[in-house]
């Protein structure tokens, strides 16, 4: 089996910071990709930042510039470093990872972590 877990999600107040980090375990050859969505009340689920095995990254319009995911030496762990924090950042973050197989691809998703950021 796969697992991936999320953690350091919380309450911060707008401008400030927080870190999510996101840890894969299971049977499976490589990782090819891990990344970050968001789901807020009553929007649909949205991406936020990915990486590739390669070290490629992108980000959404909201998060570019503010935001910086970075991968574990080991490759098995995927951060997202949050700053200058606004209050539509408020959503549950779950964390997406790609991996691969002898002959095929499989997605999983961590369970989120909840971001309020509020007043």
């Known amino acids: 089996q796969v697992q991936v877990v999320e953690s350091g999600g919380g309450w911060v107040q707008p401008g400030g910071s927080l870190i999510l980090s996101c840890a894969a375990s299971g049977s499976f050859f490589a990782i090819r990709t891990m990344g970050w969505y968001r789901q807020a009340p009553g929007k649909q689920r949205e991406l936020v930042a990915n990486i590739s095995n390669s070290g490629k990254s992108d980000y959404s319009d909201s998060a570019k510039g503010r935001f910086t995911i970075s991968t574990s030496g080991a490759g098995d762990t995927v951060y997202l470093e949050m700053n200058s924090l606004k209050p539509e950042d408020t959503a549950v973050y779950y964390c997406?990872?790609?991996?691969?197989?002898?002959?095929?691809?499989?997605?999983?998703w961590g369970k989120g972590t909840l971001v309020t950021v509020s007043s």
């Open positions: 997406n990872v790609e991996v691969t197989h002898v002959t095929t691809t499989q997605t999983y």
